[in-house]
């Protein structure tokens, strides 16, 4: 509680104290008159007294009686008698009274005894006997009257305290909920404060089931992504498979036909008596056959423990030229026409020697595609991160149920037993190691390559 709330109260009691004081001021025990004022109010009622009739007739009686009611309202006793000593007012065994009047007959307008004190008016034709000043107690009402605004007070600093204790619960309870806490929210009364705190105990219900929510959908995610990624290990591992078996099937196509060949040779070497230059023949047919085992057996290996190149700034359009001419030393090549459309003096690129070797591959595929006689077209497209080397040619371009799988080893588009099928798989791999990429891009015509390149710096 803060010292102005403090302030507060204690001047709200205190004002609710005023009424109260005003009404006990007004009604409460009454002090006795003032010896003089008594005097002159024995006075009074000794000219008020008819001459022409006794004090204790009637008709004085009558006109005594509103002094009478004032004193009795003041005093506890009241005793009244005339100069003779008849009794006007008060009760017949009053000892004490009389004890006091009878103190006046010696002589003077005053006498005391306790707890009577006695007043004789001017002409002595009447005294007075009063005892101690006291007043009847309040009415409950006027009580009631006099302590409301207190209890009102009271009531009205219990139901502030109640509120700033409430108003602290919502307050911390909203922080917490801030902080990512959902507290239990206690139930409220009526009023504002009942419809914040039930507000809030909606949004905390629905933010707690939203996360419920949540966490089941998580759950959900969690099991989902386990089945996924075991369907994707399953499917790898079949892919793997799939890719030996391949690797196995290409593997035992191109070495069956060679060491068939050999075994034939050997055999007919076997049984002898064949001429000079038939013995002659048959083993440089052996020594081609054996050469060309040991070159796929060889590329083989390439493709499967690629070493990793040295990557230097190279310029595109001397690679391409290279590879053009080491292209066209080939006889199956010579009548193939090359159309070169990289620019000279351009951007250099980041590649590695076997650039001019994966040029070369894509050359000797796209002229045998193409035919004798056939074009293939070399251009490029640049952007900001690299350079795009594209090789076109002219001929039937490569079969749709093939585009996906033409870079898988042993696939080709070749007779048997004129390519391995381990070319552009080779090649891609060296693209690949120079942080570049070979893709088959889609044209109307022919069948067109992709190598991309990243910039020198």
Known sequence: MTTRRLSLYILLGVLSLVPGALILTAFGPHRGL?????????????????GAQPPSSGTNRRKLKPFLHLLTDRYSGVYLTNSRGRLLLGAEDASGAQQCISRLSQGGTRGFAAPWTCFASPENTLHLALSDPTSPPLPLALWLAALLPLLGAFLFMVHDVRRDRRLLTLGRTMK??????????????QGELGELSRSLAVMVALIREKEEHLADQLAITGRQAKRLEQSERELLNREKMATVGRLAAGLAHELGNPVAALMG??????????????????????????????????????????????????DPSEAVTGAIELARARRDVRETRFVNRVPQDGPWVLASSELTQVLLNLFINSAHAAGPGGTIEVFTEPSPESLSLFVLDQGPGIPKEME??????????KEPGIGTGLGLSISRKLMESMDGALTLEKTGKGACFRLRLPWAP
Do not use: H, K
């Open 34 to 50: 003032d010896p003089i004022l008594l005097a002159s109010l024995t006075a009074s009622m000794e000219r008020t007294v008819s």
């Open 176 to 189: 917490q909920v801030g902080a990512g806490g959902l507290p239990r929210i206690p139930a409220a009364g």
């Open 265 to 314: 040779l050997v055999e007919l070497l076997a049984e002898g008596n064949l001429p000079e230059d038939v013995v002659r023949e048959n083993y440089t047919l052996m020594e081609q056959e054996l050469a060309r085992m040991d070159g796929l057996i060889r590329q083989l290996l390439a493709f499967a423990r690629p070493t990793p190149p040295e990557r230097i700034p190279t």
């Open 404 to 413: 996906e799988e033409i870079f898988e080893p042993f696939v080709t588009t």
